[in-house]
């Protein structure tokens, strides 16, 4: 048993200081108090990390928009009617191609081409002025005699304001916009040789506005934008890489087969308006030679079909072509007479 401590020395310990004493712990420095707040540097918007949170916070809410419709007792029955509307405005707006008879989807209007044509138009004229040849240089009354026989047989409207304008250029090139704006380069000339293979290469460009490409293209760029931002937004692929897939995927495959199609439309044409068809297949003969100078890319990665491609298109449609151009009274005229007997003995015909 432990001896009891008196009061005494209870007492007298409470005023006798440790020898050691226990160290005391320091107190934590306070910081110091400004009377403003600290100065933050905002968020640039053209960086890559502020674009690519700003992409991360606008998926993760469609994500979680789309996971809360879906989640609704109504959803199936929802989305049937958004698909069957969408369906509905596809085939409303479906239309048939002249010559071709091919279905395609169109929302533009011609008035909307017209008026981006004016402006197109005006762009042109001053990037190439000084280099626009004179009306009465024999260059462009060649353009104008081929283009004035060819207009009248196009089908396009009468108010069309044809004008050709003929530009001194090497480039082997020739384009019209719509409303009936014709521009050639000289340098396509020497490829044509002749006002048949002149009336090849504009009849596939004016093959361009009676198929209303443009309004065609427009229409589906406003799909592929739309299809990009979604492929974007639910999957996480960066937007302009998802345009470039689905223009690969789409847009390039569909831009082939406007040209070929212009070429069965521009064959027709030309054909109607007694000029020789088989010009037409000369005319990328020549091309192909041509496009061997400098480098062009695969088929597959160009928007226009290759030259041997369109050769053997436009031989598969030659027959047709004479057909039109017997209809037309063309061989009647006595223009071409020696072609149409010869093509005659090739293919068993009799005139």
């Not at 207009?151 to 916009?177: K, R």
């Not at 799909?223 to 996480?236: K, N």
């Not at 030309?270 to 100078?293: F, G, L, T």
């Amino acid at each position: 048993m432990l001896p009891s401590i008196s009061p005494s020395l209870r007492i007298a310990s409470r005023f006798i200081r440790p020898r050691f004493p226990t160290p005391r712990t320091p107190l934590a420095p306070t910081p110091p108090t400004f009377s403003r707040p600290l100065h933050t540097t905002p968020p640039n918007p053209s960086s890559a990390r502020y674009r690519y949170q700003q992409r991360q916070r606008l998926r993760t809410g469609a994500y979680t928009a789309f996971l809360r419709w879906t989640s609704r007792p109504t959803f199936l029955l929802e989305a049937a009617g958004l698909g069957a509307l969408t369906g509905s405005f596809y085939l409303y707006n479906l239309e048939e191609v002249p010559v071709s008879g091919r279905r395609r989807f169109n929302i533009v209007s011609e008035s909307f081409l017209q008026s981006l044509s004016e402006d197109k138009n005006k762009e042109i004229l001053n990037q190439y002025q000084g280099r626009i040849l004179p009306e009465s240089d024999a260059r462009s009354k060649q353009v104008r005699r081929v283009l004035e026989r060819l207009a009248p047989n196009s089908g396009l409207p009468l108010d069309y304001n044809w004008q050709a304008t003929v530009i001194e250029s090497e480039d082997a090139n020739a384009f019209v916009i719509p409303g009936g704006k014709v521009f050639v380069f000289t340098g396509i000339l020497p490829v044509c040789d002749g006002d048949d293979g002149l009336a090849a290469v504009l009849g596939h460009e004016i093959g361009h506005n009676v198929a209303r490409h443009m309004a065609e293209q427009i229409s589906r760029n406003i799909f592929l934008i739309g299809a990009a931002w979604v492929v974007e937004l639910f999957w996480g692929v960066p937007g302009d890489m998802s345009l470039h897939l689905l223009q690969f995927a789409i847009d390039m495959p569909k831009s082939r087969a406007q040209e070929s199609e212009a070429d069965h439309i521009g064959l027709m044409l030309m054909a109607k308006s007694c000029y020789d068809p088989k010009a037409a297949v000369a005319v990328w003969e020549r091309m192909e030679i041509e496009e061997q100078k400098m480098p062009r890319p695969p088929e597959i990665l160009s928007t226009h079909p290759s030259s041997s491609r369109r050769q053997a298109e436009l031989t598969a449609l030659l027959p047709r072509a004479y057909e039109v151009s017997l209809d037309s009274d063309c061989a009647i005229t006595g223009q071409y007479t020696d072609e149409f007997k010869q093509f005659g003995q090739d293919f068993g015909f009799s005139f």
